[in-house]
């Protein structure tokens, strides 16, 4: 019998874990497919307080579970198969294993929606990017892509047009799925171009281990063109990873887990934090706080307070 567990390894998970770790609550973490979140898959971090000249993204989470290691976090480097919340003991399934306990912090994260090409992984951190605000610095003068047509797609495009040369977006349809006045914003700013009916075929160049560009088909015409870019912003979507928990824990209509009074959902000792239940901000810091406030709110509940 576990007295938590957290299922994730993300900011979130493993903030959750160093707080519910120093106070004495011998947390185990189950660290999932992938073990250390989105951040694993980009470079060089500038946005996170306390280094001035920015830290890469692995580095940074080796650190965060290293210190969470240190004060007794548990951790199984495996992912979790079932969960059962409708009762007591929870029950957690990790590849055949099964695990009981009183709490648990579910910091499962989201997973941002990719084309699925070859060079869009190599490349991922290396001029690809599924954050405009954690990357955008990066491209200041230069010349952008971004891929997709709904609000996701013009906020980034927008953003980026405050620090890039040229921003582009790129979409499948020949009018955006965007709220209207999403449209007219982007639509006004005067180096925020449109390329319509496109699809990226591939990116460049990925024996260079940098972006400098993409080959873009039109779903009309079939023509394919190369288009110089220094940056490539996906932005067709996020989905959280929620599906172990669904008809268990409320969620709302894009399946983000819904919290009420901090970081409590609809079950009592289940708590959840970062991307997971989080659709606006989707940022490494803001899941780090949401990942202290689950572990204060699940020792509180352990304390019957």
Not at 12 to 37: D, F, S
Not at 110 to 131: N, P, T
Not at 256 to 275: E, L
Request: aromatic share 6%; hydrophobic share 40%; net charge neutral.
């Amino acid at each position: 019998m576990r007295s938590l567990i957290i299922i994730g390894s993300g900011p979130a998970g493993l903030t959750a874990a160093i707080y519910a770790a120093r106070a004495q609550l011998k947390p185990l973490v189950i660290e999932g497919m992938e073990p250390g979140g989105q951040l694993m898959l980009t470079t060089v971090i500038e946005n996170w307080p306390g280094y001035p000249a920015g830290i890469d993204g692995t580095k940074l989470m080796a650190d965060m579970k290293e210190q969470a290691a240190r004060f007794g976090t548990e951790f199984k480097p495996k992912e979790v198969t079932g969960v059962s919340l409708l009762t007591k003991p929870f029950s957690i399934t990790v590849e055949g294993e099964k695990l009981e306990t009183g709490c648990v912090i579910i910091a499962t994260g989201a997973s941002a929606q990719l084309i699925g090409l070859e060079s869009e992984k190599k490349l991922m951190g290396r001029g690809v990017s599924v954050c405009a605000t954690c990357d955008g610095f990066f491209f200041r003068k230069k010349e952008v892509l971004v891929i997709g047509g709904g609000d996701t797609a013009l906020e980034e495009a927008i953003f980026l047009s405050n620090l890039a040369a040229t921003v582009t977006v790129v979409h499948r349809r020949d009018q955006l799925r965007a709220s209207k006045i999403m449209q007219q914003q982007a639509f006004s700013i005067k180096n925020i171009e449109f390329l319509w009916d496109s699809v990226i075929e591939d990116i460049h160049d990925a024996a260079k281990g940098t972006v400098t560009g993409a080959l873009i088909r039109n779903v009309k015409t079939g023509e394919v063109h190369f288009k110089n870019a220094d940056g490539i912003f996906m932005a067709i979507g996020h989905k959280p990873n929620t599906s172990l928990f669904k008809g268990q824990v409320e969620m709302d209509e894009k399946g983000y887990i819904i919290t009420r009074n901090g970081t409590a959902t609809s079950i009592p000792g289940v708590f959840a934090a970062g991307d997971v239940t989080d659709p606006v901000y989707k940022q490494a810091v803001t899941s780090a706080g949401r990942g202290c406030m689950a572990a204060l709110d699940a020792e509180r509940y352990m304390q019957g307070l």
